[in-house]
């Protein structure tokens, strides 16, 4: 056991972090300045943050590997709704989770949302219309019973196309994915989001 992140870093390849948002870029800063790896599995960093994490990283020559939800098939979303979005020109993110989770949207949204404006913007009138997110529309419900769903929906004229993605109550789909991006991130440098880049990145 250790006291401190920093005391931890020592003789460590990678660090995992699945802390919270208020020390989880302090923690990545500390990692990548004792030229450690970083897998990011905590949510509410914004994207002025992964800036500066992703130039720290570089400065270091060190990877780090951060993504909203590191389960298989939230990934899969993910790049699925990416390819989408390169030949439909219009979507909106709907985020769902539970009545207590904090973060509006959820780090899978706000990724997706992110990464998807990296595409396109796209801008609106915003009467009850959510928030605009890295340049894209992001409606966040939060009410019991839900875990985390995200869907993002694309339309055309007369016809639309939904992607889903829902979470259940365990931690177990999260584990195959944080592995493999730890296993990934030593051999990569700078910043990479999502998990769907790592997984594309392998192949």
């Known amino acids: 056991m250790h006291g401190t992140v920093d005391e931890a870093l020592d003789d460590t390849d990678v660090l995992i972090d699945y802390t919270s948002a208020t020390a989880v870029k302090v923690n990545t800063l500390a990692a990548i300045a004792a030229g450690v790896a970083v897998v990011v599995g905590s949510s509410g960093l914004t994207a002025t943050d992964f800036?500066?994490?992703?130039?720290?990283?570089?400065?270091?020559?060190?990877?780090?590997?951060?993504?909203?939800?590191?389960?298989?098939?939230?990934?899969?979303?993910?790049?699925?709704?990416?390819?989408?979005?390169?030949?439909?020109?219009?979507?909106?993110?709907?985020?769902?989770?539970?009545?207590?989770?904090?973060?509006?949207?959820?780090?899978?949204?706000?990724?997706?949302?992110?990464?998807?404006?990296?595409?396109?913007?796209?801008?609106?009138?915003?009467?009850?219309?959510?928030?605009?997110?890295?340049g894209a529309q992001v409606h966040s419900v939060r009410l019991p019973s839900f875990v985390v769903s995200t869907e993002v929906v694309f339309a055309l004229p007369d016809e639309r196309l939904t992607i889903r993605h829902d979470a259940g109550g365990t931690a177990e789909p999260y584990v195959e994915g944080t592995l493999l991006a730890a296993r990934k991130v030593p051999e990569l440098v700078g910043l990479t989001r999502g998990l769907d880049a790592v997984l594309l990145g392998s192949e």
Not at 76 to 94: S, T
């Open 51 to 134: 800036a500066e994490i992703d130039s720290a990283a570089r400065e270091r020559s060190v990877g780090v590997v951060a993504s909203g939800n590191f389960s298989l098939t939230a990934a899969m979303c993910q790049a699925a709704a990416l390819l989408a979005a390169r030949h439909l020109p219009q979507w909106e993110v709907i985020d769902y989770a539970s009545a207590t989770k904090e973060d509006v949207p959820s780090g899978t949204a706000r990724e997706l949302a992110e990464r998807l404006g990296e595409i396109r913007r796209l801008h609106g009138p915003q009467e009850a219309r959510g928030a605009t997110v890295g």
